[in-house]
């Protein structure tokens, strides 16, 4: 008999309960780096998406159909707490969202001064 194929028969039959377990009890999927789809409220639509390494904010009133289009984000705050900056000539645009909270952003919008001109939460569009 050979006994590297006995033993390695045997090893491999008291190890694969243990690897199946751990291939369907394991998340497949790591969880998301960033906020993607279109987030609204009853003025705001902001639409987030990552293409060609880039990722996009566009915005729009809904009220008076005035939108933009940025690009490059810069990222920082925590794995609990992501922040995302965009910025559009002097003015920055946030957008701060949590992974475990993820159909929920909040986008603020700041002037040069620093001042806020806007705060809202803005919730997952259910497409």
């Known amino acids: 008999m050979n006994i590297k194929a006995i033993t390695l028969a045997a090893i491999l039959g008291l190890s694969a ?6 291939a369907i009890n394991s998340p ?5 780096q960033f906020p993607t789809g279109t987030f609204m409220d009853d003025t705001w639509s902001v639409s987030l998406s990552f293409e060609n390494n880039s990722y996009f904010y566009r915005g729009k009133n809904m009220r ?4 933009l289009l940025l690009s490059g984000a810069t990222r920082s705050g925590n794995s609990q707490r992501r922040v995302f900056n965009w910025r559009n000539g002097p ?3 946030q957008v701060v969202w949590q992974p475990s909270d993820p159909d929920v952003i909040r986008v603020q919008v700041f002037a040069p001064n620093g001042k806020e001109i806007l705060n809202r939460l803005l919730s997952k569009n259910a497409d």
Do not use: F, H, K, Q
């Open 17 to 22: 309960p243990v690897i199946a377990d751990l």
């Open 28 to 32: 497949a999927i790591a969880a998301p």
């Open 64 to 67: 008076t159909g005035s939108s």
């Open 91 to 93: 003015n920055r645009y």
